[in-house]
Nanobody, 124 residues
Framework: QVYLVESGGGLAQTGDSLRLSCASS????????MAWFRQTPGKEREFVAR????????SYTTSVEGRFTISRGDADNTVVLQMNSLPPDATAIYSC?????????????????WGPGTQVTVSS
């Protein structure tokens, strides 16, 4: 079983940086493709970034390219989303997701395991 939990959310100002971390208390993350999604009230989960099980492949939604970085810390069984130059529209609940395989898709239904999410609020 895979149990994911996110940390690192909070309140930031426009232009600030936040670092989100996703940890597993069950199965090692090294064999799983991982991703970050975000959701705001009344909207579907939106793909943010994904990384392959090997860590060699990653991709981002266009609006965060160049500002967000996803990485794996397999030594400590975590996946990190570094978010720089945060704009107000980055405000959302951010969730990490996992799936067995080389790399997951960009839609939320591609993933089998989810964390409860962490709130990120960016004030203008």
């Amino acid at each position: 079983q895979v149990y994911l939990v996110e940390s690192g959310g909070g309140l930031a100002q426009t232009g600030d940086s936040l670092r989100l971390s996703c940890a597993s208390s069950g199965r090692t993350l090294g064999s799983l493709a991982m991703a970050w999604f975000r959701q705001t009230p009344g909207k579907e989960r939106e793909f943010v970034a994904r990384i392959s099980a090997s860590g060699q492949i990653d991709s981002y939604t266009t609006s965060v390219e160049g500002r967000f970085t996803i990485s794996r810390g397999d030594a400590d069984n975590t996946v990190v989303l570094q978010m720089n130059s945060l704009p107000p529209d980055a405000t959302a609940i951010y969730s990490c997701a996992a799936v067995v395989g080389v790399i997951g898709g960009t839609i939320w239904s591609s993933y089998a395991y989810w964390g409860p999410g962490t709130q990120v609020t960016v004030s203008s």
